[in-house]
Nanobody
Framework: QVQLVESGGGLVQPGGSLRLSCAASGFTLDYYAVGWFRQAPGKEREGVSCIMSTDGSTYLAESVKGRFTVSRDSAKNTVYLQMNNLKPEDTAVYYC????????????????????WGQGTQVTVAS
């Protein structure tokens, strides 16, 4: 069964850190670009980060540059989103998505080109 499962969300104080995981089953994540998106209540879904499969290049939204990093662990078939110096405005449900052979024109925007999506994990940044 093809599946993406996010984990690692939770409640954290401002300035804290979390590491989200996106684990794949039923397919090899190495052949896919993996994007991270988030959606806060009442707001549109926002692209946060993406790591490509061909060359490992990464994309980060301006709002998270310098605080978030994305990485891939092929042995675990998992992609991680390390989030540091978290702010209340980072509060959202975070989703990962996979696009086969990097077939996405604009990694943080063309959401319809992703093949698989996870169910999301809640991140809440509050004191």
């Amino acid at each position: 069964q093809v599946q993406l499962v996010e984990s690692g969300g939770g409640l954290v104080q401002p300035g804290g850190s979390l590491r989200l995981s996106c684990a794949a089953s039923g397919f090899t994540l190495d052949y896919y670009a993996v994007g991270w998106f988030r959606q806060a209540p009442g707001k549109e879904r926002e692209g946060v980060s993406c790591i490509m499969s061909t060359d490992g290049s990464t994309y980060l939204a301006e709002s998270v540059k310098g605080r978030f990093t994305v990485s891939r662990d092929s042995a675990k078939n998992t992609v991680y989103l390390q989030m540091n110096n978290l702010k209340p405005e980072d509060t959202a449900v975070y989703y990962c998505a996979a696009a086969y052979r990097d077939q996405i024109r604009i990694p943080l925007e063309t959401v319809q080109e992703y093949d698989y999506w996870g169910q999301g994990t809640q991140v809440t940044v509050a004191s």
